[in-house]
Nanobody
């Protein structure tokens, strides 16, 4: 129904930068939230940054001041600019889109994920 295609992952040295991109396709509700989550073998999947179709953002404390999330509503795309990267940022990064829609007394939650892209910060 909804497909998310991610790109931009790779290997970067500490202090370096990477930019992740994600484009969604399919039947997508206009008012939605897109964002990025990350996961390691040792940690549960955690929120990195999200942005609503209206432009409201939310960041994990660990990335504040270093990462910036943005989106292009016309493309159903979301981006994550990662600067001043640290080894602790190493993880698989997953793109997400979600929304709620339906009759006023029967709202349903929609939640879709990309397949993930590896980000490695290492010297």
């Amino acid at each position: 129904q909804v497909q998310l295609v991610e790109s931009g992952g790779g290997v970067v040295q500490p202090g370096g930068s990477l930019r992740l991109s994600c484009e969604a396709s399919g039947r997508i509700f206009r008012f939605n939230t897109m964002g990025w989550y990350r996961q390691t073998p040792e940690k549960q999947r955690e929120l990195v940054a999200t942005i609503t179709s209206g432009g409201s953002t939310n960041y994990a404390n660990s990335v504040l001041g270093r990462f910036s999330v943005s989106r292009d509503n016309a493309k159903n795309a979301v981006y994550l600019q990662m600067d001043m990267m640290k080894p602790e940022d190493t993880a698989v990064y997953y793109c997400n889109i979600n929304w709620e829609a339906g009759p006023v007394e029967g709202v349903r939650k929609y939640d879709y994920w990309g397949q993930g892209t590896q980000v490695t910060v290492s010297s």
